[in-house]
């Protein structure tokens, strides 16, 4: 059996088939579409695609991308499954006052990182980054218990509202200083500061209120350009919420 994992972002639809619904499971192919683009999928990427027995995805854009992505997949006789927030999953909590309203995408990401961690025997507070279109920091305790999470504006997200709110501030991308001298690099120095900046300071909430401090994961397309900016340490983990859909699906559809 072949299975076949999504994660549909608001910029970006990422898949990835693997040899088997299982943790570990051997990567066979993967790629990522704009949402734009997704139209293609069927007689691009997928059509050369072995059908996959399982499909299961986590998705956070509208409804109409979703019938597009599902479109796409009516190449195969497959029914796909999408992943809804719950009270409690693979071993999490969720501490969210209404479960199903954390994006699903969230959910995955946090089971992928707890399992993570679990794996290697590393049994404490995490703290999961998600640097996609938005930015997510989430906040487990060392019980697997989702405390709660905030979203921020992506660096994309913040650069163009400047610019449409401002007169001044039209100017191509900066690097990032410690303290910059033009506008440039004080508009990508301050989108990376914030970010940066919000992680640390989860990073002390939790610490507080466990009173030891977090494992750190970041994963996302932005995350690779957070990455050496960041002022906590982190893991770097690309394949994050596909690890979560692995443990999800491993539960869901055996072994
Ligand atoms: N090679 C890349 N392709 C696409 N987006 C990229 C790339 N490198 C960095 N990014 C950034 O990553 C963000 C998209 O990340 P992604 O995780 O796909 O978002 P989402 O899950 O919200 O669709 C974009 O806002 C973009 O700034
Ligand atoms: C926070 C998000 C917009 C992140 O989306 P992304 O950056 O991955 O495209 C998404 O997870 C979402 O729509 N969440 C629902 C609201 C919530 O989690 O509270
Ligand atoms: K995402």
């Known amino acids: ?3 076949l994992a999504l994660d549909v972002g608001n910029t970006r639809l990422k898949w990835a088939q693997y040899d088997s619904a299982a943790a570990g499971a051997g990567l ?3 790629g990522a579409v704009f949402l734009e683009n997704i139209d293609k999928l069927a007689e691009e990427e997928w059509s050369t695609m072995p059908a996959p027995s399982k499909i299961l995805g986590c998705i956070v854009a509208g409804d109409a991308i979703k019938r597009r992505v599902a479109e796409q997949m009516e190449l195969w006789d497959v029914v796909p499954r999408w992943v809804v927030s719950s009270p409690q999953e693979a071993g999490l909590t969720n501490g969210y006052d209404h479960p199903a309203r954390l994006g699903a995408d969230r959910w995955v990401a946090m089971i992928g990182a707890r399992h993570r961690l679990l794996r290697r025997g590393i049994n404490k507070p995490c703290i999961v980054v998600m ?3 938005a930015v ?3 906040a487990i305790d060392a019980t697997g ?3 709660g999470g905030i979203i921020l504006p992506g660096h994309g997200i913040m650069l163009r509202a400047l610019e449409s709110g401002t007169a001044g501030l039209h100017v191509p991308t900066g690097d990032v200083r410690d303290f910059p001298t033009n ?6 120095s301050g989108g990376t500061f914030a970010i940066a900046g919000a992680v640390q300071r989860m990073v ?6 466990c009173g030891e401090a977090p494992a750190c994961i970041m994963t996302g397309g932005a995350g690779w350009k957070m990455a050496p900016s960041m002022s906590v340490q982190v893991e770097l983990v690309e394949s994050l919420i596909f690890d979560g859909l692995l443990e999800i699906a491993s539960r869901r559809f055996g072994a």
């Open 1 to 3: 059996m072949t299975f």
């Open 204 to 209: 002390e909430n939790i610490t507080r209120h």
């Open 131 to 133: 640097v996609g279109t």
């Open 183 to 188: 506008t440039s690099d004080a508009l990508t």
């Open 136 to 138: 997510t920091v989430e």
């Open 28 to 30: 066979l192919a993967h």
């Open 145 to 147: 218990k989702f405390l």
